[in-house]
């Protein structure tokens, strides 16, 4: 059985010194790991390489890096650059297909097969990582005589981020370790069934661990939260895989309000899907206690690496959240 470690989500603001605050205070405070988000803020490869500085024993992740926006050349010159700072055994890098949204819309690249695009690039970068000169012919990924310059500084674990389950069992498959992203603890066992499925086609004879990005909100005024949460997931739960992923976990009523609202431009109706019961199967959310019991919750279900990703306005917010969940 995997060990379970504690772990938090950085950026959580869009200061690069108060996310290093927070990096030093999560270590200080025990937590064994710091997963790191690739979006529209602070670039993650180098918060990555700055968090890596500024904290000597923390493990640190991507959860995860989208493999249409940065080509397989640059993935591995990236991790192995944040891998010599780090050091041997603190850093994993997270790959997964992220969204048409993301990738279509703000990037301007075209989402077209994206469970072959990740199982290529993760195939690209073991290769890229473990021989001096690499090709490599895909049906979505090339590379040509590639020479890794920058060795890491030991071996570099790849995970993948997967909602569905061709994704699932591609990942348990090709992968060291999975991300998963708005899963309520009921779908656990049924997701790492998938996984372990894929991971029988390797014959891999251990379970991959799992990390589970939780959305929380360590609060007394439970309806304020609610109400931020359901702001705050709707329009990701609108999206294709969400969506479909929501639905196929047992919700599928919401699954199909939240998309009746999203088309139709209703917020009312967005926002009426994203039901109170739902927000509490996904999120953590309540007073210290009510939040220590969801983790749990989610460790019971299977859940290896739980990884609060506090829902703030400020670092001293992050800061007082990190401290009520920290690890005993």
């Known amino acids: 059985m995997t060990a379970v470690r504690s772990a938090f989500s950085l950026p959580l603001v869009s200061s690069v010194d108060e996310n290093l605050e927070l990096a030093r205070l999560g270590e200080e405070l025990g937590y064994d790991d710091v997963w790191l988000a690739d979006t529209a803020t602070i670039d993650v490869f180098v918060l990555a390489a700055l968090v890596a500085s500024a904290t000597s024993r923390v493990r640190i992740g991507t959860a995860v890096v989208p493999v249409f926006t940065r080509p397989p050349a640059l993935l591995a010159a990236a991790a192995a650059s944040v891998s010599q700072v780090a050091g041997p055994d603190r850093f994993i890098l997270g790959l997964g297909s992220s969204s048409p949204a993301i990738v279509e819309d703000w990037c301007g690249i075209p989402f077209e097969r994206p469970v072959t695009r ?4 993760v195939e690209a970068l073991r290769a890229m990582f473990a021989e001096p000169k690499v ?43 999975v991300a998963c992203n708005f899963i309520p603890a009921s779908a656990v066992p049924t997701f790492k069934q998938t996984v372990a499925v ?21 609060t007394d005024d439970r309806a304020s939260a609610l109400e931020t949460l359901r702001a705050m997931m709707g329009p990701y739960l ?38 109170d019961e739902l927000i509490s199967d996904l999120e953590i959310v309540g007073d210290e206690v009510e939040c220590r019991e969801k983790v749990a919750r989610f460790v019971e279900s299977g859940v290896d690496i739980p990884m609060i990703h506090p829902v703030v306005r400020s670092k001293a917010e992050a800061a007082a959240m990190l401290e009520a969940l920290r690890p005993r």
């Open 118 to 121: 990740v199982r290529e690039t």
């Open 135 to 177: 090709s490599y012919s895909g049906t979505t990924t090339r590379v040509k005589n590639f020479r890794l310059g920058v060795p890491p500084a030991g071996e570099v674990p790849l995970w993948i981020g997967a909602q569905r389950p061709v994704m699932a069992g591609v990942a348990g498959e090709f992968a060291d370790g």
């Open 198 to 218: 894929g991971a029988a086609r390797a014959a891999k004879t251990t379970s991959l661990p799992l990390v589970v990005r939780l959305q929380t909100i360590v």
């Open 238 to 275: 609108a999206t294709p895989t969400y969506n479909s992923f929501l639905a196929s976990c047992g919700y599928e009523a919401e699954a199909a309000k939240i998309k009746a609202g999203w088309d139709n431009r209703d917020r009312a109706g967005l926002a009426a899907g994203v039901t």
